[in-house]
């Protein structure tokens, strides 16, 4: 299959089809979610909670994310691979902000990088797209700004609905190829996906942005507990490993497992 460039994205706004990200941590899943036809593959900055057991994102580095865009890379045949730069990676300045990204496209050869912040994260943004690296902005709510939010809120109610506009403008003239818009309301969700060129991709933003992201632990009930409000649960993974588990526990403790038909003569 062709790959999915960044001007696909351009394209398929233009033309109103519907784009689809999940995020992936490793080979198997990123060829499932490839082969599936996903546009584009996430190894998301959630990999701090859903694979090394962070309470938040805050604590990821880019040493343990490497690995995990190179695996997801190296799967897929068609979808975008779009890593996630950690928190510290990129605050301090534009500088910072390329060698992030840098170390990306080249240890783990990633296809772009996607960074958090509107208005505050444009010189960075502007300085990567300089080099020839593809950025996906991330607006709304950011996680890896949770503490200076006061949690995980909807972002852009009321009032400031006029600063999400500010970033979602400030990221496009940027050069971000792609906005990501994560807990807001739909109705702010889609004013911004009218006035921008470039997609929107809601995360937790309503139906009328021009695609939609989810965590793939989340939208396949791999996870614990909770949910957000956002997420429908397509699978119960969760359940059908435990199942599993549980199965070949009593197996072996019966002595049904293994049979003479798992068995070496
Ligand atoms: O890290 C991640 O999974 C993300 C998405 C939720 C947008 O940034
Ligand atoms: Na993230």
């Given at each position: 299959?062709?790959?999915?460039?960044?001007?696909?994205f351009?394209?398929?706004k233009q033309?109103?089809?519907p784009?689809?990200?999940l995020t992936?941590y490793d080979m198997?899943?990123a060829?499932?979610f490839?082969?599936a036809g996903i546009d584009?593959?996430?190894?998301g900055?959630s990999?701090?909670?859903?694979v090394f057991g962070?309470?938040?994102?805050?604590?990821?580095t880019?040493?343990?994310?490497?690995p995990l865009t190179?695996?997801?890379?190296?799967a897929?045949t068609?979808a975008?691979?779009v890593?996630?730069m950690?928190?510290g990676t990129?605050e301090?300045?534009?500088?910072?902000?390329?060698?992030?990204?840098?170390?990306?496209m080249?240890?783990?050869?990633a296809?772009?990088?996607?960074?958090?912040?509107g208005?505050r994260?444009r010189?960075?943004?502007?300085?990567?797209?300089?080099?020839g690296?593809?950025?996906?902005a991330?607006i709304?709510?950011?996680?890896q700004?949770?503490?200076?939010?006061?949690?995980h809120i909807?972002?852009g109610r009321?009032?400031?609905a006029d600063?999400l506009?500010?970033?979602?403008?400030?990221v496009?003239e940027a050069g971000a190829?792609?906005v990501?818009l994560e807990m807001?309301?739909?109705a702010?969700?889609a004013?911004?996906t009218?006035?921008l060129?470039?997609?929107t991709?809601?995360?937790?933003?309503?139906p009328?942005?021009?695609g939609?992201?989810m965590?793939w632990?989340?939208f396949a009930?791999?996870?614990g507990?909770?949910v957000?409000?956002?997420?429908r649960?397509y699978?119960?993974?969760r359940?059908?490993?435990t199942?599993?588990?549980h199965a070949?526990?009593?197996?072996?403790?019966?002595?049904?497992?293994?049979g003479?038909?798992?068995?070496?003569?």
């Amino acid at each position: 299959p062709k790959r999915v460039r960044t001007r696909h994205f351009q394209n398929a706004k233009q033309q109103g089809i519907p784009i689809t990200g999940l995020t992936s941590y490793d080979m198997l899943t990123a060829q499932i979610f490839d082969q599936a036809g996903i546009d584009f593959l996430l190894v998301g900055d959630s990999a701090g909670n859903n694979v090394f057991g962070y309470e938040t994102t805050l604590p990821v580095t880019v040493d343990e994310l490497i690995p995990l865009t190179r695996a997801v890379a190296r799967a897929v045949t068609r979808a975008l691979v779009v890593a996630d730069m950690p928190f510290g990676t990129y605050e301090t300045g534009p500088s910072e902000a390329l060698h992030t990204a840098v170390r990306f496209m080249k240890e783990a050869q990633a296809h772009a990088v996607k960074l958090e912040g509107g208005v505050r994260s444009r010189k960075q943004i502007s300085r990567i797209v300089s080099a020839g690296i593809p950025v996906m902005a991330h607006i709304g709510f950011t996680p890896q700004s949770e503490h200076g939010l006061g949690g995980h809120i909807i972002q852009g109610r009321g009032a400031a609905a006029d600063q999400l506009m500010a970033d979602a403008l400030a990221v496009q003239e940027a050069g971000a190829f792609a906005v990501v818009l994560e807990m807001v309301p739909s109705a702010v969700a889609a004013l911004v996906t009218e006035k921008l060129d470039i997609p929107t991709i809601g995360v937790g933003a309503g139906p009328d942005v021009d695609g939609q992201l989810m965590v793939w632990t989340d939208f396949a009930g791999m996870t614990g507990g909770r949910v957000p409000r956002f997420v429908r649960q397509y699978a119960n993974m969760r359940s059908a490993l435990t199942d599993a588990v549980h199965a070949f526990k009593a197996d072996v403790d019966s002595g049904a497992y293994p049979g003479p038909e798992h068995s070496y003569e």
